[in-house]
T-cell receptor, first 113, second 113 residues
């Protein structure tokens, strides 16, 4: 099956700093990738769609200047949480589609102190 | 906004019992996927259904997509402690995985030995 990786798997940072999370499709190419956020005991919420070669599209209520997305190649998308605050602490998960199916990365746990 | 209502949200049953999880929406989906998620990990795909009325079986798990492609169910026969986890249904609007998924709130399933 298709494999999606994320790096890092967890990160702790101080409030006000920026954190970059990478999402890679390992054995297939993806012109589109998706970023989700999941708070404890809750389901996944779509944050934005990462588009290779063009700007990302953000869901309503997600600040594009705070969550910077760059789809650098057909196998890599990055999410940068800028000026992170404790309320940004969450589990960030990316996915990439292959045919009718979304394949998810293992997630990145972010803790902002 | 497309919504997926998933029920029940929490279910705790004894080993050997049967259970059904439901996923309902007023919207039509091009495909519907069921995932299982362990704590601290990304969702793992169980099945994708794309045709109205489709039934798929995965060992003791039976998945059904409604005729109108608005609802789906997951039935587990003779549940085992290893089935414990968070089960998520997710629907896609566009074909080919071109859009982000809409997730249900999830069903936290506990199978007691």
């Amino acid at each position: 099956g298709a494999v999606v990786s994320q790096h890092p798997s967890w990160v702790i940072c101080k409030s006000g700093t920026s954190v970059k999370i990478e999402c890679r499709s390992l054995d297939f190419q993806a012109t589109t990738m998706f970023w989700y956020r999941q708070f404890p005991k809750q389901s996944l919420m779509l944050m934005a769609t990462s588009n290779e070669g063009s700007k990302a599209t953000y869901e309503q209520g997600v600040e594009k200047d705070k969550f910077l997305i760059n789809h650098a190649s057909l196998t890599l998308s990055t999410l940068t949480v800028t000026s992170a605050h404790p309320e940004d602490s969450s589990f960030y998960i990316c996915s990439a589609p292959l045919a009718e199916t979304q394949y998810f990365g293992p997630g990145t746990r972010l803790l902002v102190l | 906004t497309q919504l997926l209502e998933q029920s029940p949200q929490f279910l705790s049953i004894q080993e050997g019992e049967n259970l059904t999880v439901y996923c309902n929406s007023s919207s039509v989906f091009s495909s519907l996927q069921w995932y299982r998620q362990e704590p601290g990990e990304g969702p793992v795909l169980l099945v994708t259904v794309v045709t109205g009325g489709e039934v798929k079986k995965l060992k003791r798990l039976t998945f059904q997509f409604g005729d109108a492609r608005k609802d789906s169910s997951l039935h587990i026969t003779a549940a085992q402690p290893g089935d414990t986890g968070l089960y998520l249904c997710a629907g896609g609007q566009a074909g080919g995985g071109a859009d982000g998924l809409t997730f249900g709130k999830g069903t936290h399933l506990i199978i007691q030995p």
